[in-house]
């Protein structure tokens, strides 16, 4: 069993950057990808970016160039630094970890984007 929990969340202005973080426990770390998804209000969880076991990232083309996936075998942690907020970035955001992703989850965290 994997367990992850997630912090970093809160609430920031346009423009402003925020790091989210998800340690996960276990021993399988270095050989799951992991990733993050996001679900908005009265929509369906997307994908924001994952990253494999080799640490090659992927991004959903709505937050390339404004946030990075990166991941810290040694803490069994990975991180989202998310620059340039908007407000369409409100969300909650899950971790996941696993051999295919998606595939455990996090308990989430509120990210919040508003003036």
């Known amino acids: 069993q994997v367990q992850l929990v997630e912090s970093g969340g809160g609430l920031v202005q346009p423009g402003g950057s925020l790091r989210l973080s998800c340690k996960a426990s276990g021993t399988f770390f270095s050989i799951y990808a992991m990733g993050w998804y996001r679900q908005a209000p009265g929509k369906q969880r997307e994908l924001v970016a994952t990253?494999?076991?080799?640490?090659?990232?992927n991004y959903a083309d709505s937050v390339k160039g404004r946030f990075t996936i990166s991941r810290d075998s040694a803490k069994n942690t990975v991180y989202l630094q998310m620059n340039s907020l908007k407000p369409e970035d409100t969300a909650v955001y899950y971790c996941?970890?696993?051999?295919?992703?998606?595939?455990?989850w996090g308990q989430g965290t509120q990210v919040t984007v508003s003036s």
């Open positions: 996941t970890a696993g051999l295919q992703l998606p595939g455990y």
């Open positions: 990253i494999s076991s080799l640490g090659s990232p």
